[in-house]
């Protein structure tokens, strides 16, 4: 795998966790409606506006994170590795392999 492949995945994971950390704000919301828990702090607005950021956030990064990557790795697509060996055809043109 290429270091790019590595970087989705990395921010695919990171959206499951934003997706984790949305269910900790809903559960805490539910836990308050339903009277297992008591918030001392905050109010319940609080976790209602967490699990939606959350769950926005990570539905943006696990969908759109090739987009992402594509907009970080833009120069990679068009520019060949300055370390990678020559194709076929350009070996051929520049009078083979030295």
């Known amino acids: 795998m290429r270091q790019r492949d ?3 995945v990395g921010i695919r994971l990171f959206g499951v966790w934003q ?3 949305a269910i900790d704000g809903f ?3 539910f ?3 339903f009277g297992i828990q008591k918030l001392q ?11 939606i950021r959350h769950t926005v956030v990570g539905l943006i990064l696990f969908l759109f994170a090739h ?4 907009i970080v790795y833009r120069q990679e697509q068009s520019d060949p590795t300055p370390n990678s060996p020559p194709s076929q055809g350009e070996a051929a043109e520049n009078g083979g392999p030295h």
Not at 67 to 70: K, P, R, T
Request: net charge neutral; charged share 0%; hydrophobic share 65%.
């Open 67 to 70: 987009q992402l990557v594509n």
């Open 6 to 8: 590595w970087v989705v």
């Open 27 to 29: 559960m805490t919301v």
């Open 31 to 33: 836990a308050v409606y």
């Open 41 to 51: 702090y905050s109010g319940v607005q609080v976790y209602w506006l967490m699990g």
């Open 19 to 21: 997706f984790l950390l």
